[in-house]
Each structure stands twice: as structure tokens, then as C-alpha cells.
Nanobody, 121 residues
Framework: QVQLVESGGGLVQPGGSLRLSCAASGFTFSSYSMSWDRQAPGKERDLVAG????????TYANSVKGRFTISRDNYKNTVSLQMSSLKPEDTSVYYCAAKRGYRDGSSQDFWGQGTQVTVSS
């Protein structure tokens, strides 16, 4: 059974740092792109950062470039998001996701349960 379990969320002051981790199981981790997405109350879920299956390429939302770093360990089946210089507008529920597209146009996504990040003084 597929599981994505996030950890590391919490309350942090503006300018502070947090590291989110996601432990994956139940699927071939190295065949999936991984991402961190976030959703604030009343807003849509948006991509924060993504990393390719073998970790060779990454992508970031403009709002987090230079502040967040995504990484993965295909031996441990984990993906992490290092967040620094946090701002109040980074406050959201952060979700770990595994995504895979197929040649026939279909896709398969798995999602974690989310972890709350609150940036406030």
C-alpha cells in the first residue's frame, strides 16, 4: 500500500528555517518525480518545488527560488524540502507528492496527508 508520510512542520518565526521530510513506501520511488505542494486556507494547491526521478533536475515556484531546496535520496526513499528565510506568506499545509506520467497520456499521483507550516512572530 502506498504511503507518503510528511514530517518536520511546525511554527517558526519570520526569517527562520525548517526542514520537511517525506518517507515513501509501497511504490517504485525512483520511477516517480517528487514534489512539495502547498495549500493555504481558501486557496488552490500550488507547486512549491519538484525533483525528477533520479534527482537530475529541479523546479521551483518563483516565490521560493533561492530560499527553498528540494532533494531526494533514492536509497532511503525520502524527499526533503529545506526552507530558509521563511516569510508569513509561506504559511500553508505542505504536501508531499509522487507523480508519474505515461506515454499514453495517463498519469498517476500519490499524496501525503500534509504537514502544517506556520510562519509567525
Amino acid at each position: 500500500q502506498v504511503q507518503l508520510v510528511e514530517s518536520g512542520g511546525g511554527l517558526v518565526q519570520p526569517g527562520g528555517s525548517l526542514r520537511l521530510s517525506c518517507a515513501a513506501s509501497g511504490f517504485t520511488f525512483s520511477s516517480y518525480s517528487m514534489s512539495w505542494d502547498r495549500q493555504a486556507p481558501g486557496k488552490e494547491r500550488d507547486l512549491v518545488a519538484g525533483i525528477s526521478p533520479l534527482g537530475s533536475s529541479t523546479t521551483y515556484a518563483n516565490s521560493v527560488k533561492g530560499r527553498f531546496t528540494i532533494s531526494r535520496d533514492n536509497y532511503k526513499n525520502t524527499v526533503s524540502l529545506q526552507m530558509s528565510s521563511l516569510k508569513p506568506e509561506d504559511t500553508s499545509v505542505y504536501y508531499c507528492a509522487a507523480k508519474r506520467g505515461y506515454r499514453d497520456g495517463s498519469s498517476q499521483d500519490f499524496w501525503g496527508q500534509g504537514t502544517q507550516v506556520t510562519v509567525s512572530s
